[in-house]
């Protein structure tokens, strides 16, 4: 069996007197798909750089393959010294590399070759470092938050190169769909140490639970043991001193031993400050167009969206995504067409840019606008400090400028900041840049739970498939400027762009849009319980057509003679179905009841 390519043994590395990594190791072999996870802060980026050469930690060891040849994917490109894009490209070539795939990644990522690298946007400039991350083919690469800034066409392209690369790749993500797709093997770094499952990142979640209850348990019997321990040594037999010392020098190490245990980072804590709801009308728009410079953005487009919609944006970059959020909302005045809002509206918006944060503010700031040091959230009003804890930032960080901040910190912060306006009406820009998964789950909890109205531009197909009710799309194919709204989130509206055979998909997209979004309006059902009332009949009319066809087959009183095997397991299939049957006949119930009652 050949060597592993890469190998990283017990890295330590130490920031500011707090160690980051303290007993962190990775193995990458040929043809490897390793998703590295953790939470924001964990060292993720850190450890990446080590395993890529560009950091030298405090401890452990290092060992690259002879003769291996690999690329870092940073997250923040830097392309200065290069006069044009293919220079910038050809930068990252050694000198033996076959330069034959070039013209083809430019082309597919849309990129002029002969374009001066600067001023470009966070979507072209990660295309352009994408492209010379993998020009020069090599046995490792290392992408670090590669879908970040690029479109889903973009998105898309780049999961099927990647799946058919011979390199080996360690890949640092926030996007769900993006890394199930991906990795076949998951090395998760967690309070500076890491633990690896041979499993790709859709395994990953349930195993990251089951280790945390673990830890859980065995925290709670090392309580009890001190307990007993302490118990002892009070009313215990004192004549034997020898042994009280030892016992003595064991419930020490005991108490050590917690003290030194690390308990997982704590979990972010959000919540929306909501306004005085909104009337049921909120925004409608009636053939609306607009151009920039003769170019079609939106043409003749039309939507009614009612208090709780949830309505999801997506598609490539250029296509007028925030062009079209911004007609909405009012701040761009349609060509033709016109647009109406309901009565009580409060928007409360967070762009792509988080233009909101300058450099030199302080993170309490932020979230008060600059008006004293408490803010209201939730009908409660707080100290701004309070509630920055509850985004996961240290008292000491209070009085800090934003420019301090990571990536990720910032997102936090921008999403803190938001979420503490009142609104009624809320407008996310691209919310998931630089968030963990689990703040990401936070949010979704959020949303679920908002009573207002979400408009929400995201590239985060999995992200959109759990927040939104429906989808607006463009749709060039039918002419330039058209958009189109489907029911569901991103894999409904991909599934609904695949017409059957006589059905008019444009006609009715937009009548079942508007069904989906009145059910999930006026029934504040759960996503896994809107999914379930919504599937269940299906499964019920499934179920019911098995059992009889069963019962049928078992009727033949000639099957036990001649067939015995097959009398056994239709038997026993049989009372299996009939049980799960049982089961989903309440289940469905149970959530009609429930649907019903939230109705009243």
Known sequence: MAPPLLTLR???????????????????????????????????STFLKIAAGLIEPDGGERVLRSGVSMRYLAQEPVFEGYATIDAVVRGGLDPTDDQGMIPQLLDDLGLDPERAPVNLSGGEARRVAIARALAPQPDILMLDEPTNHLDLPTIEWLEKTLGASRAALIVISHDRRFLS????????????????????????????????????????KLDRKIVREE????????????????RLGELQGLRQQRKDLRRPQGSVKMSAAEAEASGKKVIEAKGVSFAYEGRPIVKEFSIRIDRGDRIGIAGPNGAGKTTLIRLLTGELAPDAGEVRHGTKLEVTTLDQQRATLTEDMRLTDAVTGGRGDMVTVGGEQRHAMSYLKDFLFRPEQARQPVSALSGGERGRLALAAALARPSNLLVLDEPTNDLDLETLDVLQDVLDGYEGTVLLVSHDR????????????????????????????YSDMQAQRQPQPGEDVAKAAPKAAAATRTVARDAKL????????????????????????????????????????????ASTRLETAQAELFESEERWLELEEKREALEA
Do not use: C
Not at 25 to 32: A, H, Y
């Open 181 to 220: 797709g991906l990795t076949t093997r998951t090395v998760w770094l967690d309070r500076g140490r890491t633990r690896t499952l041979e499993r790709g990142f859709d395994a990953f979640e349930e195993w990251r639970d089951e280790t945390y209850e673990q830890e859980e348990r065995d925290a709670h």
């Open 231 to 246: 118990h002892w040594l009070t009313y215990g037999v004192t004549a034997r001193r020898k042994r009280n010392v030892r």
């Open 462 to 489: 999995d992200f959109l498939d759990r927040v939104v009710t429906s989808t607006l799309v463009p749709v060039p194919e039918e002419g330039a400027g058209l958009w189109r709204e489907y029911p569901g989130g």
């Open 526 to 569: 759960s996503f896994k319980e809107k999914h379930a009332l919504e599937t269940l009949p299906a499964r019920i009319e499934t179920l019911e057509d098995e059992i009889s066809s069963l019962q049928k087959e078992l009727s033949d009183p000639a099957l036990f003679t001649a067939r015995p095997e097959r009398f056994k397991a």
């Open 10 to 44: 017990d890295i330590r590395l130490t920031f500011g007197g707090d160690p980051l990594l303290e007993a962190a190791d990775m193995e990458v072999r040929e043809r490897d798909r390793v998703a590295l996870v953790g939470r924001n802060g964990s060292g993720k």
